[in-house]
């Protein structure tokens, strides 16, 4: 026999209030009253060594009676065994572990892999289990629809084995994306048919859930009725973090407050649950912190504070952070761009006055970046062929002389490696005809011809491309007006029908002013005029350097001035050839470090790398995530706002215990044995009745 509420039968201790009614000697009768008694008080009835026990019969009626109380309020039942046993259906559970950045504090990503070996310890063996991990994207280890899941307890023990290969990576969360995916291909599954599409889905997400943990993109999003989430939280021992970071120079300017020396500033952001406030801020090479420049800053919780640096010392990499709980986010690197050479070709005719000559401008204009120093060395025809040859040499800016047409092939061999060639028709033309055949053998085609132009007074530009890359600067309103410019004298370039030159602009007459043509990786360029002041006024505009800018630089590598990165961020080396990379200490990166896609990289790890091709060589500092240093931890009840349903994962033992219960109750409410023992006792109480009432006659 077992009880169903067996905490009620404690209410048979009730039994010791008639025993000790029964005790207390009472006052016997035929009174006799005294007027002297009236002096006196009267005494209550109490236990002596001398009460005895009267009335037993009585006595055990009445403790009959509570006791059949207490033990049908404790609802019993026979235990039958066959009914009774029954073995637990299997689950199918989901662990979606966290692997960004932020897990790569240590008592974090030990206190997950010990979450994740205490569910396993607790799940019954026919409970199914996969297993992926996120951070930036959702990768599968164990996945859904693996062929071992089709044995409990195999892929249990698979699981087991990857938890020592698991590692955090240092990319940043991407929460929503993963669970969303995981509902997915949760519900994919049962569409298949390949699960019960009614049974019950459990994901369990072991995660440090901190509020850059990007969970926005689950509004809105219909989350499955049939699937529950159990979030576990892992909260390391020392709460909060700082990290520092290097202002850009427009955040330096705004802090400098009109300062004209330009020094380095450090932004210290503090975490609003940190426990720390101050922190000390240092210059660091390879072997760490520096004496030299080390500042002491007070931070308090859920501030910033900004810090000017002394000057980089020598063999300096870095800036440091002494005194927060995490030491993974406390580098901020600093780059030394240097500058890759990149030479222009003039090859022209020499004018007497120094302004009449193309190179002139293209000498004085500010062409070099920080990443690219640009020179303009002028060139006769004869030392074309040496220059061309040179991997220095990028762009060739020409104009039509006499045996030019004899190096066409050497120029469209040029252009075919990824050069530049420029021809500006600058000056008028003695002959129309050489004109033309260069053209032709520069374009490798027939039938175009060059002439002069009539010019009443000057020519405008009319007609602009703003959509191609060279004048996309120009787009805005504000920057778009060419009326200014004014052409005194142009070329006519007629093309033929079938021709593969773009029209990029064209002047007022409609005729082109300049035109485009690609060729394998390279471009050659046809301008009409020239920018000489004899020509035009385009050298003395303000649009000059950006055109030219364009017309040299076509894939806007001289607008790229990034040098830092964050893990995961891709990188443009399109103008890497045969691209290798190299750590701080000159050794090669290994390629599970990286990921390669097409003319785009992405390094998975934070240092200072150097980008190395045969002809350019960049170094770039790569940074954890930003997002992945705001570590202050959210609510788990954040998920019931975006319809989640949210649950616990009960363990083996928790679930038989349930299960147990529920078949206990269905079988006392079969027997229903507590109705029979309040009848019972309806039946002593009624004999306790009469008995006390005929005792009290007697």
């Not at 065994?81 to 662990?95: A, E, K, M, Q």
């Not at 660091?284 to 500042?295: K, R, S, V, W």
């Not at 006024?537 to 830092?564: H, I, N």
């Amino acid at each position: 026999m077992g009880l169903l509420t067996p905490l009620y039968a404690l209410a048979a201790l009730a039994i010791v209030g008639p025993i000790l009614f029964h005790m207390i000697r009472r006052q016997p009768q035929g009174q006799m009253q005294f007027s002297s008694l009236m002096f006196l008080t009267p005494s209550p009835p109490r236990l002596t060594r001398r009460s005895r026990l009267d009335n037993l019969f009585l006595l055990l009626l009445r403790a009959l009676a509570i006791g059949l109380i207490a033990i049908a309020f404790a609802r019993p039942y026979l235990r039958q065994d066959s009914f009774l046993n029954s073995t637990l259906t299997g689950r199918r559970l989901v662990v979606l572990v966290d692997t960004s950045g932020s897990m790569q504090r240590a008592d974090v990503w030990s206190g997950a892999k010990a979450e994740l070996v205490k569910l396993l310890d607790e799940l019954s063996p026919n409970d199914q289990v996969a297993l992926y991990t996120i951070d930036s994207e959702l990768r599968s280890i164990l996945p859904i629809d693996s062929q071992g899941l089709a044995d409990a307890a195999a892929s249990q023990q698979a699981v087991r084995a990857a938890i020592n290969n698991l590692q955090p990576t240092w990319q940043r969360t991407q929460l929503a994306d993963g669970l969303k995916s995981i509902a997915d291909l949760i519900m994919s599954v049962a569409i298949a048919g390949k699960a019960d599409p009614t049974a019950e889905n459990e994901v369990v997400l072991i995660t440090d859930l901190h509020n850059e943990s990007q969970l926005d993109s689950l509004q809105g999003f219909a989350w499955p009725e049939t699937i529950s989430l159990d979030v576990r939280r892992i909260l390391p021992a020392i709460p909060g973090n700082a990290r520092p970071s290097l202002m850009n120079n427009d955040e330096a300017d705004a802090a400098a407050s009109g300062s004209s020396e330009p020094t380095l500033r450090v932004r210290i952001e503090n975490e609003v649950a940190s426990q720390e406030q101050a922190f000390r801020v240092s210059w660091a090479d390879a072997n760490g912190p520096l004496l030299e420049g080390q500042t002491t800053v007070q931070v308090p919780p859920g501030q910033v504070r900004v810090v000017p640096m002394s000057n980089q010392p020598t063999g300096a990499t870095r800036i440091v952070l002494d005194g927060d709980a995490w030491d993974a986010d406390n580098s901020a690197f600093v780059v030394e761009p240097i500058a890759t050479l990149e030479r222009i070709v003039f090859c022209g005719s020499e004018q007497a006055k120094a302004e009449d000559d193309l190179s002139y401008f293209l000498q004085r204009a500010p062409l070099s970046t920080e990443l690219y120093r640009r020179e303009v060395v002028k060139s006769t025809v004869g030392e074309l062929e040496v220059l061309l040859a040179e991997p220095e040499t990028k762009a060739v800016v020409l104009e039509p002389v006499a045996e030019l047409d004899q190096h066409a092939a050497l120029l469209t061999q040029f252009v075919q490696r990824g050069g530049i060639v420029l021809v500006s028709f600058s000056r008028g033309l003695s002959d129309n005809s050489d004109a033309s055949s260069l053209l032709n053998a520069l374009m490798e085609t027939s039938g175009i011809e060059v002439s002069e132009a009539p010019v009443r007074d000057f020519s405008l530009l009319s007609k602009i491309d703003f959509t191609h890359p060279v004048f996309s600067p120009f787009a805005d309103p504000r920057f778009n007006d060419f009326g200014k410019i004014r052409f005194w004298s142009h070329r006519h370039v007629v093309l033929p029908e079938q021709s593969d030159l773009q029209i990029v602009a064209s002047y007022d007459d409609q005729t082109p002013m300049l035109l485009e043509k690609k060729k394998g990786s390279g471009r050659f360029w046809i301008i009409t005029s020239g920018w000489q002041p004899a020509a035009s006024g385009l050298g003395l505009s303000s649009k000059f350097v950006p055109l030219m800018m364009g017309l040299l630089d076509p894939l806007g590598r001289s607008r790229e001035k990034q040098f830092t990165y964050e893990v995961g961020d891709k990188i443009d080396v399109e103008q890497f050839v045969d691209l290798h990379v190299n750590d701080s200490q000159g050794q090669p990166l290994e390629e599970t470090h990286m990921i390669r896609q097409g003319k785009l990289l992405s390094i998975l790890t934070p240092g200072m790398y150097w980008l190395i091709g045969d002809q350019m060589k960049r170094q770039v500092a790569i940074q954890l995530p930003a997002s992945e240093s705001r570590v202050t931890p959210l609510d788990s009840d954040l998920f019931e706002q975006y319809g989640i349903k949210l649950g616990k994962v009960e363990s083996d033992a928790s679930r038989r215990e349930t299960v147990r219960q529920l078949q206990v109750e269905e079988l006392e409410g079969k027997q229903r044995l507590w109705q029979w023992l309040l009848a019972a006792c309806l039946g002593v109480l009624g004999c306790e009745t009469l008995l006390a009432g005929w005792l009290a006659k007697r």
